[in-house]
């Protein structure tokens, strides 16, 4: 007897490396409902839009694409095949009953607290279209997600997320993060070594700690008492497979001693640090509630660049936030240009309703931020090209990830997360000291240089 055709899934993430790690646990929750992924959306019998609220204008993209979704729904099933819409996410957090206001082709409204629920809210929406679950549950959803296999693990790639923290207590003024993810929730340690474990007995050979606020994790030591970020890099360090760590994103208030002196003693940790600083303005950091000062900053990089003389830095940048006057904008300016970013994410301040900055008066006109904008983007290009630059000639060991796009082509990451290209046979998981001999655009193309570190991947 044949076997009926498996059922399609198709997530579309938007967003943050949280969000990646979501869609993926998603689609292990449902694949014992018999579900599997797919790439093309045209043939999904469930489509997730998992969302992002960080971005501009992010609610309103999200309705239009599911528009779009609508319109390829509507055809499915004129066809006979019947496709569910899901949202879910921090933009489904936040607007859920506006969604299904909006868009009634949606069928369900799921928060990013409740996707562990998803197989029995999906049977909910069999029953009625606009189902929304955006509650913060009593129970913690990492302890009923199931973990992956080992083939689905490594067909995911060599290098994975792995969720520790949640929400965030920070509450800028800006940001609605605490509002969509909620208050700060650490994971448990032997459950976050459990899946570090499976991954690594997977394949993979490079682990990212993520959080909304990651250096604000806590947990159980070995012996009853508290464990901080550093601690807890260390116990994954020691995980045999394990060549490569970091961790995203994280707070400056929150980057203590045992974080600093993991640079210094975990050669699994890699030298790159993204530490957002937002502005180098105190007076838009009192007003951003940042709760740390330009110096505090700078203090900060001094004493890990002590400990770690080859990490490089990558930051977030509001410009235009209300009342920045020209003297705050070229005070950001001035703290880029005094510490060297290897890359940096820059935003225009944009209004989040609800939240107590958009409440403020003294709004800055468009063209303003644009122009301010545009020139920090140049500012940080440049430096990330003098980065890039200063690699060529140098010997590096590269984590080779998958083939590249040309045939014999392909692709790894520096321990500074640039993108390396090479036209030389190699193997996913193993680690190649590779000679930089050009930059491109968005890479670094080298030879390799030496003898292999082979992950002995079957």
Avoid at 321 to 337: K, Y
Wanted: net charge negative; glycine share 6%.
């Amino acid at each position: 007897m044949d076997r009926p055709d498996p059922k399609k899934l198709f997530v579309k993430s938007y967003g943050c490396q949280m969000n990646v790690y979501d869609a993926q646990r998603m689609a292990d929750v449902l694949a014992p409902e018999g579900f599997v992924e797919t790439q093309a959306m045209e043939e999904a019998d469930i489509v997730i839009l998992n969302t992002c609220h960080i971005r501009e204008k992010a609610a309103e993209k999200v309705y239009s694409e599911l528009g779009r979704v609508r319109e390829m729904k509507k055809a499915r099933n004129a066809a006979g095949h019947d496709t569910k819409i899901v949202v879910a996410g921090c933009v489904a957090q936040a607007e859920g009953v506006e969604i299904v206001r909006r868009s009634p082709a949606v069928d369900l409204v799921v928060g990013p607290q409740n996707y562990h629920r998803l197989p029995d809210l999906l049977k909910q929406a069999e029953q009625r279209r606009g189902v929304i679950d955006t509650d913060f549950p009593v129970e913690d959803k990492f302890s009923v997600l199931p973990l992956p296999s080992a083939k689905k693990t490594l067909a995911r790639g060599v290098s994975a997320f792995l969720t520790v923290q949640e929400g965030c207590d920070k509450f800028c003024t800006f940001c609605v993060v605490p509002y969509t993810r909620g208050a700060e929730v650490s994971r448990d340690t032997d459950a976050i070594l459990r899946e570090a474990r499976n991954l690594a007995e997977a394949g993979v050979r490079e682990i990212t700690l993520i959080g909304q606020n990651v250096n604000a994790w806590h947990g159980a030591d070995e012996k009853g008492g508290v464990s901080t970020l550093g601690a807890l890099l260390e116990r994954v360090a020691a995980i045999p497979g394990i060549a490569r760590l970091r961790y995203t994103t994280s707070h400056p208030r929150d980057m203590d001693d045992s974080l600093v002196a993991a640079h210094r003693d975990l050669p699994q940790l890699m030298p790159y640090l993204h530490l957002p600083v937002q502005s180098g303005s105190d007076s838009i950091l009192d007003a951003m509630n940042r709760k740390h000062t330009r110096d505090d900053y700078l203090r900060l990089i001094d004493r890990i660049r002590a400990v770690r003389p080859d990490i490089a830095l990558s930051s977030d940048f509001i410009v235009g936030f209300p009342g920045e006057t020209d003297r705050d904008f070229e005070d950001t300016m001035d703290l880029v240009r005094q510490v060297g970013f290897a890359a940096a994410y820059t935003f225009k301040y944009s209004e989040r309703p609800g939240t107590p900055a958009a409440e403020l008066t003294a709004q800055i006109p468009e063209h303003v931020k644009n122009d301010r904008l545009y020139a920090l983007q140049a500012l940080v290009a440049a430096q990330q090209k003098a980065f890039n630059a200063a690699t060529v000639g140098k010997t590096i060991d590269v984590l080779i990830e998958k083939p590249g796009r040309d045939p014999g082509q392909w692709m790894g990451k520096s321990p500074w997360l640039q993108a390396v290209i090479l036209d030389e046979p190699c193997r996913a998981g193993d680690i190649v000291p590779v000679e930089i001999t050009a930059i491109g655009t968005n890479s670094l193309h080298g030879r390799i240089a030496g003898p292999v570190r082979s992950a002995h991947l079957s």
